[in-house]
């Protein structure tokens, strides 16, 4: 039974964003009006906004991005005002300025900062005053700091929970499709059901994609988190850390299910297509093929389950119905790619299961990561 939407670990992180975006403005815009006594306090916690991300390393990427990205928007706004006054025309100048500044590579994913930090100052009427100019870059160092403190106590999620869900999802799905697929095939079926399981191997390579993305920032939640710093002075039976070696275990679990994902999508196109065909279907093989997808199914589900055996019994099958008389030669092909596109969701489930020990490492970690 799936937990409420409100436990799971990707509603936890996004909460957890939320809370950390409004503590690092909140204090920033106090820092900025009661200590430093600002006169243009916003500038601040709108600095600390663009610093907080999901994780520290791109707190620190991206929030010294943003931070010269403003300091240039500032300076930018002091020359202009200084030489040209403050109007329209000359607002104009800077922004054209401004967003030509923005395209440099290194703080372009920020770089609209410098044209926003244009608006905020021209606008506010304080440019040319080189004390305000001091106040302005203060306040942008500030914000900045703040966010990446707000970061680091409030420390980001590694996501690992995240992958293991995607993971367990992909296979339980697979194996639902396939135990479905096994109990129609002992009767008959219809395009319609066909197509279904064709549009389920479709949802289940996007929620593949996603499961990519969230190892991916899961690998770079590593990256300057101190919560690596603080589970490293514990030994590893006590934190169920992951060695550097073993970090590419879901990388490689999520590109054997994506292939098993692949034949099995294979596999529901050939039913569907078979579906409306008259040809007869050998008893024997309709028998056993439905047996050996349903047993396949069940080993998807329970990645412990021993799979040789149903290797075993698809070549004893394709060994009895070699050479049976009656069998049409026209029928093979058919059968023979539903034998194959089964041997193969097989050996994946084999692979996963092997695998299985890097995603377990991963499930011990949760109650200290999440």
């Known amino acids: 039974m799936p937990r409420p939407r409100g436990l799971r670990p990707e509603t936890v992180t996004d909460l957890l964003q939320i809370v950390k975006s409004v503590l690092a403005a909140g204090f920033a815009w106090w820092l900025a009006a009661e200590v430093l006594h600002s006169t243009m306090p916003f500038l601040a916690p709108w600095v600390a906004l663009l610093t907080v991300y999901p994780t520290v390393f791109e707190s620190f990427r991206r929030g010294a991005q943003s931070t010269v990205a403003s300091w240039l928007g500032v300076a930018l706004s002091f020359v202009v005002g200084a030489a040209l006054g403050t109007s329209v025309w000359t607002l104009a100048i800077a922004l054209l300025v401004a967003l030509a500044l923005a395209r440099i590579r290194w703080i372009r994913e920020e770089g609209i900062a410098i044209a926003t930090t244009v608006i905020f100052v021209l606008g506010a009427g304080s440019a040319g005053d080189v004390g305000l100019l001091t106040d302005r870059i203060l306040e942008v160092a500030l914000g900045a700091l703040v966010g990446i403190v707000v970061n680091l106590l409030l420390i980001p999620p590694l996501r690992d929970r995240q992958a293991a869900r995607y993971v367990d999802s992909v296979n339980r799905r697979m194996g639902e499709v396939l135990i479905s697929m096994a109990d129609e095939f002992r009767t008959s079926w219809e395009t319609d059901r066909a197509q279904e399981w064709l549009e389920e191997t479709e949802s289940m390579s996007s929620d593949l994609a996603s499961a990519w993305s969230t190892v991916r920032t899961a690998h770079e939640s590593r990256r300057a988190n101190p919560r690596n710093r603080l589970r490293s002075q514990r030994s590893p039976e006590e934190n169920g850390a992951v060695p550097p070696e ?22 529901a196109r050939t039913l569907r297509e078979a579906s409306g065909a008259e040809r007869p279907w050998d008893q024997k093989f309709r028998e056993e093929w439905a047996d050996l997808v349903g047993d396949t199914g ?30 049409r030669s026209t029928s093979w092909p058919l059968y023979g790619s539903l034998l194959t596109s089964l041997r193969h969701i097989v050996v994946v489930v084999d692979d996963v299961a092997t695998a299985r020990e890097a995603r377990g490492a991963g499930r011990s970690r949760t109650g200290a990561q999440e």
Do not use: C, F, K, N
């Open 298 to 327: 069940r080993s998807v589900a329970d990645p412990d389950a021993d799979v040789a055996p149903i290797l075993d019994r698809i070549d004893a099958l394709a060994d009895a119905l070699t050479g049976r008389e009656g069998l």
């Open 246 to 267: 073993d970090r590419s275990g879901y990388e490689q679990i999520l590109a054997r299910i994506d292939e098993g994902v692949s034949h099995l999508r294979h596999m």
